[in-house]
Protein backbone atom coordinates (compact mmCIF):
# COMPACT_ATOMS: atom_id res chain seq x y z
CA UNK A 1 0.00 0.00 0.00
CA UNK A 2 1.26 3.13 -0.62
CA UNK A 3 0.27 6.15 2.12
CA UNK A 4 0.17 10.29 1.87
CA UNK A 5 0.74 12.37 4.71
CA UNK A 6 -0.54 16.33 3.86
CA UNK A 7 1.53 18.01 6.20
CA UNK A 8 2.22 21.21 4.10
CA UNK A 9 -0.07 23.62 5.95
CA UNK A 10 0.88 26.43 7.75
CA UNK A 11 -1.48 26.20 11.00
CA UNK A 12 -1.63 29.90 11.35
CA UNK A 13 -3.65 29.69 14.59
CA UNK A 14 -0.95 28.01 16.30
CA UNK A 15 0.60 31.30 16.70
CA UNK A 16 4.09 30.03 16.84
CA UNK A 17 7.41 29.79 14.48
CA UNK A 18 7.26 25.82 14.79
CA UNK A 19 5.79 24.47 11.74
CA UNK A 20 2.55 23.02 12.89
CA UNK A 21 3.10 19.09 12.53
CA UNK A 22 6.64 19.49 14.75
CA UNK A 23 4.24 20.53 17.33
CA UNK A 24 5.06 17.37 20.28
CA UNK A 25 1.84 15.31 21.10
CA UNK A 26 3.50 13.31 24.21
CA UNK A 27 6.76 14.20 23.40
CA UNK A 28 6.79 12.93 19.36
CA UNK A 29 5.86 15.73 16.40
CA UNK A 30 2.08 14.95 15.26
CA UNK A 31 3.96 14.43 12.19
CA UNK A 32 5.61 11.40 13.78
CA UNK A 33 2.40 9.99 15.54
CA UNK A 34 0.84 9.71 11.82
CA UNK A 35 4.04 8.32 10.58
CA UNK A 36 4.58 5.52 12.74
CA UNK A 37 0.88 4.64 12.48
CA UNK A 38 1.84 4.63 8.58
CA UNK A 39 4.56 2.00 9.56
CA UNK A 40 2.47 0.11 11.89
CA UNK A 41 0.02 -0.88 8.77
CA UNK A 42 2.83 -1.82 7.13
CA UNK A 43 2.83 0.13 4.12
CA UNK A 44 5.07 -0.33 0.81
CA UNK A 45 5.75 3.59 0.70
CA UNK A 46 5.48 6.64 2.65
CA UNK A 47 5.17 9.77 1.18
CA UNK A 48 5.13 12.84 3.32
CA UNK A 49 3.78 16.36 1.46
CA UNK A 50 5.47 18.93 3.13
CA UNK A 51 5.56 23.36 2.48
CA UNK A 52 5.32 25.26 5.24
CA UNK A 53 7.80 25.55 7.14
CA UNK A 54 10.16 24.08 4.35
CA UNK A 55 13.60 21.63 5.03
CA UNK A 56 12.71 22.08 8.60
CA UNK A 57 10.22 19.43 8.71
CA UNK A 58 11.56 17.50 6.46
CA UNK A 59 15.38 16.83 8.55
CA UNK A 60 13.77 16.62 11.67
CA UNK A 61 11.67 13.63 10.81
CA UNK A 62 13.86 12.31 7.76
CA UNK A 63 14.35 8.33 7.64
CA UNK A 64 15.43 5.69 5.50
CA UNK A 65 11.76 4.45 4.53
CA UNK A 66 10.28 8.24 4.01
CA UNK A 67 9.79 10.29 0.51
CA UNK A 68 9.51 13.35 0.42
CA UNK A 69 7.68 15.89 -2.20
CA UNK A 70 7.56 19.37 -1.51
CA UNK A 71 4.73 21.89 -2.14
CA UNK A 72 5.12 25.61 -3.04
CA UNK A 73 3.06 27.07 -3.02
CA UNK A 74 0.02 25.48 -1.28
CA UNK A 75 -3.49 25.17 -3.23
CA UNK A 76 -5.34 22.31 -1.85
CA UNK A 77 -5.38 19.48 -0.92
CA UNK A 78 -5.89 17.81 -4.31
CA UNK A 79 -3.09 19.87 -5.36
CA UNK A 80 -0.86 18.26 -2.66
CA UNK A 81 -1.64 14.33 -3.34
CA UNK A 82 -0.51 15.55 -7.32
CA UNK A 83 2.95 16.45 -5.61
CA UNK A 84 3.10 12.83 -3.89
CA UNK A 85 2.39 10.67 -7.27
CA UNK A 86 5.82 10.92 -8.81
CA UNK A 87 7.06 9.25 -6.16
CA UNK A 88 4.33 6.12 -7.17
CA UNK A 89 6.50 6.41 -10.41
CA UNK A 90 4.76 4.03 -12.90
CA UNK A 91 1.56 5.75 -12.57
CA UNK A 92 2.55 8.96 -12.72
CA UNK A 93 4.53 8.58 -15.73
CA UNK A 94 3.41 5.06 -17.33
CA UNK A 95 5.72 5.78 -19.69
CA UNK A 96 8.65 6.13 -18.03
CA UNK A 97 9.97 2.90 -17.68
CA UNK A 98 10.59 3.25 -14.34
CA UNK A 99 9.35 -0.30 -12.46
CA UNK A 100 6.87 0.28 -10.35
CA UNK A 101 3.96 -2.17 -10.92
CA UNK A 102 3.71 -2.79 -7.59
CA UNK A 103 2.69 1.00 -6.01
CA UNK A 104 0.80 1.11 -9.30
CA UNK A 105 -1.79 -2.03 -8.03
CA UNK A 106 -1.59 -0.94 -4.85
CA UNK A 107 -4.04 0.95 -3.32
CA UNK A 108 -3.22 4.71 -1.65
CA UNK A 109 -4.44 5.81 1.55
CA UNK A 110 -4.56 9.81 2.09
CA UNK A 111 -3.74 10.73 6.14
CA UNK A 112 -3.06 14.25 7.27
CA UNK A 113 -0.21 15.00 9.50
CA UNK A 114 -2.12 16.91 11.68
CA UNK A 115 -4.86 14.37 13.07
CA UNK A 116 -2.25 12.50 15.16
CA UNK A 117 -4.79 9.81 16.65
CA UNK A 118 -6.11 8.24 14.15
CA UNK A 119 -5.63 4.31 14.85
CA UNK A 120 -4.53 1.46 12.43
CA UNK A 121 -7.34 -0.67 13.50
CA UNK A 122 -9.57 1.91 12.01
CA UNK A 123 -7.42 2.61 8.74
CA UNK A 124 -6.96 -1.20 8.31
CA UNK A 125 -11.18 -1.09 8.49
CA UNK A 126 -11.08 1.85 5.65
CA UNK A 127 -8.79 -0.34 3.44
CA UNK A 128 -10.54 -3.51 3.94
CA UNK A 129 -13.49 -1.52 2.40
CA UNK A 130 -12.03 -0.29 -0.08
CA UNK A 131 -10.54 -3.59 -1.54
CA UNK A 132 -8.47 -2.73 -4.97
CA UNK A 133 -11.34 -1.21 -7.39
CA UNK A 134 -13.32 1.09 -4.89
CA UNK A 135 -13.11 4.70 -3.53
CA UNK A 136 -13.25 4.85 0.40
CA UNK A 137 -14.13 7.71 2.69
CA UNK A 138 -13.82 7.42 6.50
CA UNK A 139 -16.79 9.56 7.58
CA UNK A 140 -18.57 10.38 10.69
CA UNK A 141 -21.21 11.65 12.19
CA UNK A 142 -21.51 14.22 14.60
CA UNK A 143 -23.72 16.74 16.13
CA UNK A 144 -21.90 20.04 15.16
CA UNK A 145 -20.56 19.46 11.49
CA UNK A 146 -19.10 22.77 11.36
CA UNK A 147 -15.87 23.64 9.12
CA UNK A 148 -16.00 19.59 7.58
CA UNK A 149 -16.90 18.98 4.02
CA UNK A 150 -19.98 17.16 4.03
CA UNK A 151 -21.08 13.74 2.53
CA UNK A 152 -24.06 13.89 0.07
CA UNK A 153 -25.96 10.70 -0.71
CA UNK A 154 -28.42 9.90 -2.72
CA UNK A 155 -31.12 7.16 -2.02
CA UNK A 156 -28.44 5.85 0.55
CA UNK A 157 -24.82 6.44 -2.42
CA UNK A 158 -22.20 8.75 -1.88
CA UNK A 159 -22.47 11.04 -4.65
CA UNK A 160 -19.90 14.00 -3.79
CA UNK A 161 -18.03 15.84 -1.01
CA UNK A 162 -19.46 19.33 -0.81
CA UNK A 163 -17.07 21.88 1.33
CA UNK A 164 -18.74 23.94 4.47
CA UNK A 165 -17.74 27.36 2.03
CA UNK A 166 -19.49 25.81 -1.43
CA UNK A 167 -22.53 24.38 0.76
CA UNK A 168 -26.13 25.57 0.22
CA UNK A 169 -28.48 25.50 3.57
CA UNK A 170 -29.96 21.89 2.80
CA UNK A 171 -25.97 20.79 2.59
CA UNK A 172 -24.86 22.35 5.01
CA UNK A 173 -27.51 20.65 7.70
CA UNK A 174 -25.99 17.73 6.74
CA UNK A 175 -24.29 15.85 9.53
CA UNK A 176 -22.31 13.34 8.35
CA UNK A 177 -18.63 14.79 7.94
CA UNK A 178 -15.68 14.00 6.19
CA UNK A 179 -12.78 13.44 8.01
CA UNK A 180 -10.27 13.87 4.87
CA UNK A 181 -8.90 10.21 5.21
CA UNK A 182 -9.58 8.29 2.78
CA UNK A 183 -8.52 5.31 0.25
CA UNK A 184 -8.28 5.23 -3.78
CA UNK A 185 -7.15 2.65 -6.29
CA UNK A 186 -3.78 4.57 -6.88
CA UNK A 187 -4.33 4.22 -11.38
CA UNK A 188 -7.62 6.17 -10.66
CA UNK A 189 -6.02 8.33 -8.41
CA UNK A 190 -3.36 8.94 -11.15
CA UNK A 191 -6.30 9.74 -14.17
CA UNK A 192 -8.34 11.94 -11.31
CA UNK A 193 -6.14 14.41 -10.21
CA UNK A 194 -4.92 16.20 -13.16
CA UNK A 195 -8.85 17.10 -14.36
CA UNK A 196 -9.25 18.44 -10.79
CA UNK A 197 -10.53 22.09 -11.29
CA UNK A 198 -9.75 24.84 -8.65
CA UNK A 199 -13.85 26.66 -9.30
CA UNK A 200 -14.65 27.16 -5.78
CA UNK A 201 -15.23 29.69 -2.78
CA UNK A 202 -11.45 29.06 -1.89
CA UNK A 203 -9.91 28.67 -5.55
CA UNK A 204 -8.29 25.91 -4.24
CA UNK A 205 -8.13 22.18 -6.16
CA UNK A 206 -10.22 20.01 -3.75
CA UNK A 207 -9.04 16.75 -3.22
CA UNK A 208 -12.55 16.02 -2.16
CA UNK A 209 -13.65 16.34 -5.96
CA UNK A 210 -12.60 13.19 -6.88
CA UNK A 211 -15.66 11.38 -5.53
CA UNK A 212 -17.59 13.07 -8.25
CA UNK A 213 -15.18 11.97 -10.64
CA UNK A 214 -15.32 8.05 -9.27
CA UNK A 215 -19.10 8.67 -9.02
CA UNK A 216 -19.04 9.79 -13.04
CA UNK A 217 -16.68 6.80 -13.44
CA UNK A 218 -19.38 4.05 -11.89
CA UNK A 219 -16.53 3.05 -9.04
CA UNK A 220 -18.15 1.85 -6.02
CA UNK A 221 -17.71 4.85 -3.12
CA UNK A 222 -18.00 3.72 -0.03
CA UNK A 223 -17.60 4.73 3.65
CA UNK A 224 -16.10 3.53 7.11
CA UNK A 225 -16.51 4.91 10.31
CA UNK A 226 -13.82 5.69 13.23
CA UNK A 227 -14.41 4.28 16.49
CA UNK A 228 -13.84 7.30 18.22
CA UNK A 229 -14.73 10.74 17.73
CA UNK A 230 -11.03 12.04 18.33
CA UNK A 231 -9.28 9.46 16.16
CA UNK A 232 -10.11 11.95 13.57
CA UNK A 233 -9.52 15.30 15.22
CA UNK A 234 -6.85 17.64 13.66
CA UNK A 235 -4.63 20.04 15.74
CA UNK A 236 -5.61 23.77 14.51
CA UNK A 237 -4.49 25.06 17.85
CA UNK A 238 -2.65 25.39 21.00
CA UNK A 239 -6.14 24.32 22.87
CA UNK A 240 -7.15 21.36 20.30
CA UNK A 241 -3.06 20.22 21.06
CA UNK A 242 -3.96 20.17 24.64
CA UNK A 243 -7.32 18.34 24.35
CA UNK A 244 -5.11 15.46 22.44
CA UNK A 245 -2.95 14.88 24.71
CA UNK A 246 -5.07 14.38 27.22
CA UNK A 247 -6.88 12.18 25.18
CA UNK A 248 -3.85 10.47 24.48
CA UNK A 249 -2.29 10.17 27.71
CA UNK A 250 -5.49 8.78 28.92
CA UNK A 251 -5.71 5.85 26.59
CA UNK A 252 -1.94 5.58 27.68
CA UNK A 253 -3.03 5.15 31.03
CA UNK A 254 -5.52 2.84 30.52
CA UNK A 255 -3.89 0.61 28.54
CA UNK A 256 -1.45 0.77 31.73
CA UNK A 257 -4.25 -0.03 34.16
CA UNK A 258 -5.53 -3.02 31.80
CA UNK A 259 -2.05 -4.43 31.96
CA UNK A 260 -2.29 -4.10 35.85
CA UNK A 261 -0.46 -1.35 36.87
CA UNK A 262 -1.58 0.59 39.65
CA UNK A 263 -2.23 4.16 38.88
CA UNK A 264 -2.89 6.50 41.73
CA UNK A 265 -4.30 8.77 39.57
CA UNK A 266 -4.82 7.84 36.03
CA UNK A 267 -5.47 11.75 35.01
CA UNK A 268 -1.78 12.39 36.53
CA UNK A 269 0.62 10.63 34.26
CA UNK A 270 2.03 11.87 31.54
CA UNK A 271 4.26 9.37 29.61
CA UNK A 272 6.00 10.84 26.31
CA UNK A 273 7.67 7.17 25.40
CA UNK A 274 7.25 3.96 25.90
CA UNK A 275 6.37 2.55 29.41
CA UNK A 276 7.45 -1.42 30.26
CA UNK A 277 6.39 -2.70 33.46
CA UNK A 278 6.33 -5.81 35.04
CA UNK A 279 3.55 -7.14 37.63
CA UNK A 280 2.63 -4.92 40.48
CA UNK A 281 4.01 -2.04 39.74
CA UNK A 282 2.74 1.25 41.46
CA UNK A 283 2.94 4.42 40.25
CA UNK A 284 1.84 7.63 42.45
CA UNK A 285 0.92 10.93 41.16
CA UNK A 286 2.13 13.88 38.61
CA UNK A 287 5.29 11.67 37.22
CA UNK A 288 6.57 11.57 33.95
CA UNK A 289 8.18 9.03 31.86
CA UNK A 290 10.35 9.77 28.80
CA UNK A 291 11.79 7.55 26.33
CA UNK A 292 12.19 4.15 26.72
CA UNK A 293 11.33 3.31 30.63
CA UNK A 294 11.75 -0.36 32.13
CA UNK A 295 10.06 -0.71 35.31
CA UNK A 296 10.18 -4.44 36.80
CA UNK A 297 8.07 -6.32 38.92
CA UNK A 298 6.87 -4.66 42.28
CA UNK A 299 8.61 -1.30 41.33
CA UNK A 300 7.24 1.86 43.37
CA UNK A 301 7.25 5.23 41.92
CA UNK A 302 6.76 8.14 44.38
CA UNK A 303 4.82 11.44 43.66
CA UNK A 304 6.28 13.80 41.29
CA UNK A 305 9.37 11.40 39.97
CA UNK A 306 10.49 12.37 36.19
CA UNK A 307 12.23 8.95 34.79
CA UNK A 308 13.43 9.57 31.17
CA UNK A 309 15.77 6.14 29.41
CA UNK A 310 16.21 4.23 32.42
CA UNK A 311 15.50 0.82 34.19
CA UNK A 312 14.45 -0.13 37.08
CA UNK A 313 14.80 -3.38 39.04
CA UNK A 314 11.97 -5.27 40.71
CA UNK A 315 11.00 -4.38 43.74
CA UNK A 316 12.87 -1.06 44.21
CA UNK A 317 11.12 2.08 45.62
CA UNK A 318 11.53 5.17 44.42
CA UNK A 319 10.65 8.26 46.75
CA UNK A 320 9.04 11.32 45.31
CA UNK A 321 10.79 14.39 43.29
CA UNK A 322 13.39 12.05 41.85
CA UNK A 323 15.02 12.79 38.49
CA UNK A 324 16.06 9.94 36.56
CA UNK A 325 17.90 9.79 33.16
CA UNK A 326 19.69 7.43 31.16
CA UNK A 327 20.57 5.56 34.41
CA UNK A 328 19.92 1.84 35.21
CA UNK A 329 18.70 1.24 38.76
CA UNK A 330 19.19 -2.45 40.44
CA UNK A 331 16.35 -4.59 42.25
CA UNK A 332 15.59 -3.66 46.08
CA UNK A 333 17.09 -0.65 45.45
CA UNK A 334 15.84 2.49 47.80
CA UNK A 335 15.89 6.05 46.34
CA UNK A 336 15.40 9.53 47.02
CA UNK A 337 13.35 11.18 47.95
CA UNK A 338 15.13 14.44 45.78
CA UNK A 339 17.64 12.28 44.51
CA UNK A 340 19.26 12.56 40.59
CA UNK A 341 20.65 9.80 38.76
CA UNK A 342 22.30 11.48 35.72
CA UNK A 343 23.65 9.49 32.46
CA UNK A 344 25.97 6.42 33.32
CA UNK A 345 24.34 5.78 36.82
CA UNK A 346 24.50 2.11 37.28
CA UNK A 347 23.34 0.66 40.65
CA UNK A 348 23.41 -2.65 42.22
CA UNK A 349 21.26 -4.54 44.07
CA UNK A 350 20.11 -2.95 47.48
CA UNK A 351 21.42 0.19 46.61
CA UNK A 352 20.54 2.94 48.66
CA UNK A 353 20.70 6.64 47.13
CA UNK A 354 18.95 9.16 49.66
CA UNK A 355 18.20 12.78 49.93
CA UNK A 356 20.11 15.58 47.71
CA UNK A 357 22.50 12.94 46.32
CA UNK A 358 23.55 13.46 42.79
CA UNK A 359 25.29 10.19 41.34
CA UNK A 360 26.20 10.80 36.98
CA UNK A 361 28.49 8.03 35.12
CA UNK A 362 28.97 6.32 38.14
CA UNK A 363 28.58 2.42 39.19
CA UNK A 364 27.61 1.71 42.08
CA UNK A 365 27.75 -2.04 43.42
CA UNK A 366 25.25 -4.25 45.65
CA UNK A 367 24.39 -3.43 49.24
CA UNK A 368 26.13 0.30 48.85
CA UNK A 369 24.58 3.10 50.82
CA UNK A 370 25.27 7.48 49.88
CA UNK A 371 21.87 8.37 52.00
CA UNK A 372 22.96 12.11 52.28
CA UNK A 373 24.27 14.80 50.27
CA UNK A 374 26.90 13.80 48.38
CA UNK A 375 27.83 14.18 44.46
CA UNK A 376 29.36 11.16 42.77
CA UNK A 377 30.24 12.23 39.68
CA UNK A 378 33.07 9.41 37.16
CA UNK A 379 33.01 6.73 40.21
CA UNK A 380 33.52 3.16 40.43
CA UNK A 381 32.38 2.14 43.71
CA UNK A 382 32.02 -1.40 45.47
CA UNK A 383 30.17 -3.26 47.49
CA UNK A 384 28.78 -2.70 51.05
CA UNK A 385 30.64 0.76 50.18
CA UNK A 386 28.86 3.52 52.68
CA UNK A 387 29.43 6.82 51.58
CA UNK A 388 28.95 9.44 54.12
CA UNK A 389 27.00 12.76 54.05
CA UNK A 390 28.48 15.71 52.17
CA UNK A 391 31.25 13.18 50.25
CA UNK A 392 32.05 14.97 47.39
CA UNK A 393 33.88 13.38 44.17
CA UNK A 394 36.23 16.45 42.52
CA UNK A 395 36.32 14.70 39.44
CA UNK A 396 36.92 17.53 37.23
CA UNK A 397 40.33 19.96 37.13
CA UNK A 398 38.48 22.38 34.82
CA UNK A 399 40.16 20.76 32.09
CA UNK A 400 39.76 17.26 32.31
CA UNK A 401 37.68 14.44 34.27
CA UNK A 402 39.34 11.65 36.54
CA UNK A 403 37.89 8.70 37.89
CA UNK A 404 37.34 7.55 41.45
CA UNK A 405 37.81 4.41 42.80
CA UNK A 406 36.15 3.05 46.04
CA UNK A 407 36.40 -0.82 46.59
CA UNK A 408 34.40 -2.82 48.36
CA UNK A 409 33.03 -2.33 52.13
CA UNK A 410 35.31 1.13 52.21
CA UNK A 411 33.43 3.45 54.85
CA UNK A 412 34.05 6.88 53.50
CA UNK A 413 32.99 9.99 56.63
CA UNK A 414 30.81 12.40 56.02
CA UNK A 415 32.29 16.02 54.46
CA UNK A 416 34.94 13.99 52.74
CA UNK A 417 36.14 15.58 49.13
CA UNK A 418 37.99 13.30 46.81
CA UNK A 419 40.32 14.66 44.48
CA UNK A 420 40.72 12.02 41.69
CA UNK A 421 42.58 10.10 40.18
CA UNK A 422 42.18 8.55 43.32
CA UNK A 423 41.66 5.11 44.77
CA UNK A 424 40.07 4.00 48.42
CA UNK A 425 41.17 0.71 48.96
CA UNK A 426 39.07 -2.00 49.96
CA UNK A 427 38.23 -2.08 53.38
CA UNK A 428 39.51 1.19 54.10
CA UNK A 429 38.03 4.11 56.51
CA UNK A 430 38.19 7.96 55.42
CA UNK A 431 37.81 10.40 58.59
CA UNK A 432 35.16 12.87 58.55
CA UNK A 433 36.15 15.78 56.80
CA UNK A 434 39.24 14.22 54.79
CA UNK A 435 40.28 15.53 51.50
CA UNK A 436 41.91 12.76 49.64
CA UNK A 437 45.12 13.45 47.40
CA UNK A 438 46.56 10.24 47.43
CA UNK A 439 45.33 6.91 47.56
CA UNK A 440 44.03 5.26 51.17
CA UNK A 441 45.40 2.23 51.98
CA UNK A 442 43.18 -0.66 52.07
CA UNK A 443 41.47 -1.56 55.85
CA UNK A 444 43.32 1.31 57.19
CA UNK A 445 42.13 4.91 58.71
CA UNK A 446 43.08 7.73 56.91
CA UNK A 447 42.40 11.12 57.77
CA UNK A 448 43.56 14.44 56.61
CA UNK A 449 42.71 17.21 58.73
CA UNK A 450 44.02 19.82 61.46
CA UNK A 451 44.43 19.05 64.82
CA UNK A 452 41.72 20.11 67.29
CA UNK A 453 42.66 22.43 69.76
CA UNK A 454 41.34 25.03 71.80
CA UNK A 455 42.07 28.73 72.79
CA UNK A 456 41.74 29.42 76.22
CA UNK A 457 40.96 32.81 77.02
CA UNK A 458 39.64 33.80 73.48
CA UNK A 459 36.48 35.75 73.34
CA UNK A 460 33.64 36.91 70.86
CA UNK A 461 33.87 39.83 69.38
CA UNK A 462 31.52 42.44 70.76
CA UNK A 463 29.27 44.91 68.91
CA UNK A 464 30.60 48.23 69.85
CA UNK A 465 28.11 50.20 72.02
CA UNK A 466 28.98 53.56 70.58
CA UNK A 467 29.44 53.50 66.57
CA UNK A 468 30.82 56.14 64.57
CA UNK A 469 28.83 56.80 61.84
CA UNK A 470 30.47 55.57 58.07
CA UNK A 471 30.02 56.90 54.89
C1 LIG B 1 -10.30 19.22 4.40
C2 LIG B 1 -11.34 18.59 3.46
C3 LIG B 1 -12.69 18.56 4.18
C4 LIG B 1 -12.57 17.79 5.48
C5 LIG B 1 -11.47 18.41 6.34
C6 LIG B 1 -11.22 17.54 7.55
C7 LIG B 1 -10.66 19.19 1.21
C8 LIG B 1 -10.88 20.08 0.06
N1 LIG B 1 -11.44 19.38 2.28
O1 LIG B 1 -10.71 20.56 4.59
O2 LIG B 1 -13.66 17.93 3.36
O3 LIG B 1 -13.80 17.83 6.18
O4 LIG B 1 -10.24 18.48 5.61
O5 LIG B 1 -10.36 18.20 8.41
O6 LIG B 1 -9.82 18.31 1.13
N2 LIG B 1 -2.77 20.52 3.12
C9 LIG B 1 -1.63 20.47 2.35
N3 LIG B 1 -1.56 21.27 1.26
C10 LIG B 1 -2.53 22.12 0.91
C11 LIG B 1 -3.69 22.18 1.70
C12 LIG B 1 -3.79 21.36 2.82
O7 LIG B 1 -0.71 19.72 2.63
O8 LIG B 1 -2.37 22.81 -0.11
C13 LIG B 1 -2.85 19.65 4.30
C14 LIG B 1 -2.95 20.42 5.60
O9 LIG B 1 -1.68 20.63 6.16
C15 LIG B 1 -3.79 19.49 6.45
C16 LIG B 1 -4.68 18.76 5.45
O10 LIG B 1 -4.04 18.92 4.21
O11 LIG B 1 -3.00 18.53 7.10
C17 LIG B 1 -6.07 19.34 5.42
O12 LIG B 1 -5.99 20.69 5.09
P1 LIG B 1 -7.00 21.75 5.66
O13 LIG B 1 -6.69 23.06 5.09
O14 LIG B 1 -7.10 21.60 7.13
O15 LIG B 1 -8.35 21.21 4.96
P2 LIG B 1 -9.79 21.72 5.25
O16 LIG B 1 -10.03 22.93 4.44
O17 LIG B 1 -10.05 21.79 6.67
CA1 LIG C 1 -8.67 21.18 8.70
Redesign the pocket.
Known amino acids: MNVV ?7 KRMRSDLP ?2 LHPLAGKPLLGHVIDTARELGASRICV ?4 GGEQVREALSAPDLSWAR ?1 E ?8 VVQAMPVFAAIACPRSGIPGTQSASAPTLVL ?4 PLIRASTLRRLIKAAGSDKLALLTAHVDNPQ ?4 IVRSEGLVTR ?1 V ?2 KDADDAEQAIRE ?5 LVAPTAALARWLPALGNR ?1 A ?1 G ?6 IVALAVAEGMPVVTAHPDAAWE ?1 E ?1 V ?1 SKLQLAALERVHQRNVAEALMEAGVTLSDPTRIDVRGELVCGRDVDIDVNCIFEGRVELADKVAIGANCVLKNCRIGSGTRIAPFCHIEDAVVGPEGVIGPYARLRPGAELGREVHVGNFVEVKNSSIADYSKANHLAYLGDATIGSRVNIGAGTITCNYDGANKFRTVIEDDAFIGSDTQLVAPVTVGRGATLGAGTTLTRDAPPDQLTVSRAKQMSVPGWKRPAKNSNPKKKD
Do not use: S
Open positions: ILAAGQGKVVYGHQPQLGTGHAYGDVGYGRIEEINTGINQEYYLTDTGN
